[in-house]
């Protein structure tokens, strides 16, 4: 069965600096889908940057990115110049491809971002 | 458009009863999922609905139900509640269901039902 381990339950940066949140998972498929979501404080939860498994390059969304390292099963996701407004929990996720298609889901790293 | 809108937002009630929550999904989204977030447990996956047919389960017990209408509107139930089951409940709508896209489904979820047991 797949996981997904988000190994820092709390995350701060300096407003302005840069950040990074780790992510693993174990699956041995080769096709699937990851993703990086945000929920902010009483607010929904919304998708920041999603990454296909089966591409090497590593997706880009405006100040966040991915480092997406398939054969160590990593999936980090990077925080440039943070701001106030990027104080949320951030959740991994991954889907598979076949099977269930079931989204599955890390613990939460929760982002401080300070002033 | 609108969004995905879960009723009611917040809701206590004792051990023993039953709740329903209910999942309006985004206008042609036709797939629905619920989860369960506690905190520590990140988020459980309880079951996803796509064109009122249960298409995936999560390893929840029997007590948690769901179903899908017509409309695509989505509801759960929990029956014979328990503390544990005290959780943000949420719901997420998607165009397709799992592998009938080619693509990957993005999730666009609701702001959630905070179920409190007492």
């Known amino acids: 069965a797949q996981t997904v381990t988000q190994s820092q339950p709390e995350m701060s940066v300096q407003e302005a600096e840069t950040v990074t949140l780790s992510c693993t998972y174990d699956?041995?498929?080769?096709?699937?889908?990851l993703f990086w979501y945000k929920q902010p404080p009483s607010r929904q939860m919304i998708l920041v940057i999603r990454q296909e498994a089966y591409k090497q390059q590593n997706a880009t969304e405006n100040r966040f990115s991915v480092n997406f390292q398939k054969a160590a099963k990593s999936f980090s996701l990077k925080i440039s110049d943070s701001q106030l407004g990027d104080a949320a929990m951030y959740f991994c996720a991954y889907r598979t491809t076949s099977g269930t298609y079931k989204y599955i889901f890390g613990t939460g790293t929760r982002l401080k971002v300070l002033a | 458009k609108a969004g995905v809108t879960q009723t009611p937002r917040y809701l206590i009630k004792t051990r023993g009863q039953q709740v329903t929550l209910s999942c309006s999904p985004i206008s042609g989204h036709r797939s629905v999922s619920w989860y369960q977030q506690t905190p520590g447990q990140g988020l459980q996956f309880l079951f996803e609905y796509f064109s009122e047919t249960q298409r995936n389960k999560g390893n929840f017990p029997g007590r948690f139900s769901g179903r899908q209408f017509s409309n695509s509107r989505s509801e759960m139930n929990v029956s014979t509640l328990e503390l544990g089951d005290s959780a943000l409940y949420l719901c997420a709508s998607s165009l397709v269901a799992g592998g009938l896209s080619s693509g990957a489904n993005v999730l666009t979820f609701g702001a959630g039902s905070r179920l409190t047991v007492l």
């Open positions: 699956t041995s498929e080769s096709d699937y889908y």
